[in-house]
């Protein structure tokens, strides 16, 4: 029997709200829902995301398992932590300059802060790669093409979206595209269900995975956001909507997910929902 792998990632640097819910259940949800069709197993993996360490704390990953626990959105195995993957994510850098497509950078995050692409201004200096510099991969001009499971088929230029690739920062924090895709590729993940704001994130993840070696990349599918205004997204800091606020309140597992449900328009008016059965609402 085959397996379809997905995983459900959060960042220790706050509580959970209904945005991560909406998130869990299309995760879950549209985990089993295809993995039923396709007669094969479904897994859904935890990885905490706590690769920037100025912002993640201890404390939230504790809430944030816990909320989890409670909804009843349980892991297959145990959760995987990227800060105590750095030897891996160290071999995987090697292996891009072992090719020639690292250099190390200087540049501020002000310094471009106007422009949507890094403009390659260190590419050719040859600094050292010494503490307080960032690390880059080299993007070449080349369009990505894939087929996302809710847009279609999708084309992304990564050299002209976001120019070179920032892979370590000056802090020695591994950056969240280069630490997901060689998280992805290391424990075997063939589906991504995330928001739309990564969307635009696919192309550039697709060729840094090709250029690690991963030649058949995961499948995606993008849902969209819980939005608290028509421009703004729900944030970790909304009390109002957190899961930890809603559980003092009374509210039950099952009327937190139906509510989310709701409120992303999987579902007409919020009703009580078990995690076990988002897939039915997918």
């Known amino acids: 029997m085959g397996v379809m792998i997905s995983r459900f990632a959060p960042a220790p640097t706050g509580f959970l709200h209904l945005g991560h819910v909406v998130n ?8 089993r829902a ?3 069709d396709a007669t094969v197993e479904g897994r859904v993996l935890v990885r905490i995301e706590d690769h920037d360490r100025q912002r993640s704390r201890a404390s939230y990953e504790r809430a944030i398992l816990e909320d989890l626990d409670w909804l009843g959105f349980v892991g297959d195995g145990a959760p995987v932590r990227q800060s105590e993957r750095h030897e891996m994510y160290s071999s995987a850098l090697d292996r891009l300059r072992a090719q020639g497509l690292v250099y190390a950078c200087d540049c501020s ?8 692409r890094y403009p390659g201004t260190c590419r050719d200096r040859e600094l050292a790669d010494a503490p307080g510099y960032g690390v880059r991969v080299r993007i070449d001009p080349g369009i990505e093409r894939f087929d996302d499971l809710r847009h279609g088929l999708q084309e992304q ?8 690739l920032l892979v370590r920062d000056r802090h020695g924090n591994w950056a969240y595209q280069f630490a997901v ?3 992805d590729a290391e424990q075997g993940v063939t ?3 995330r928001g739309d ?9 697709i060729r840094l995975a090709r250029l690690l070696g991963r030649q058949t990349p995961p499948r995606f599918f993008h849902h969209g956001l819980l939005m608290k205004s028509p421009t703004q997204k729900m944030s970790k800091s909304d009390g109002d909507t957190g899961v930890r606020e809603l559980r003092d309140r009374g509210w039950t597992p099952e009327m937190v997910i139906g509510e989310a449900a709701a409120r992303a328009g999987l579902i007409p008016a919020p009703r009580p929902i078990r995690a076990a059965d988002v897939s039915s609402i997918i």
Do not use: F, H, K
Request: hydrophobic share 50%; net charge negative.
């Open 24 to 31: 869990a259940i299309y995760v879950w949800g549209v985990t």
């Open 191 to 193: 589906l991504v269900v």
């Open 157 to 164: 230029e990564p050299a002209a979206q976001c120019g070179d």
């Open 197 to 205: 704001d990564l969307l635009e994130s696919t192309g550039r993840q």
């Open 181 to 183: 895709v060689v998280d």
């Open 34 to 36: 295809m993995a039923a």
């Open 109 to 116: 995050r002000a310094a471009y802060a106007s422009e949507l």
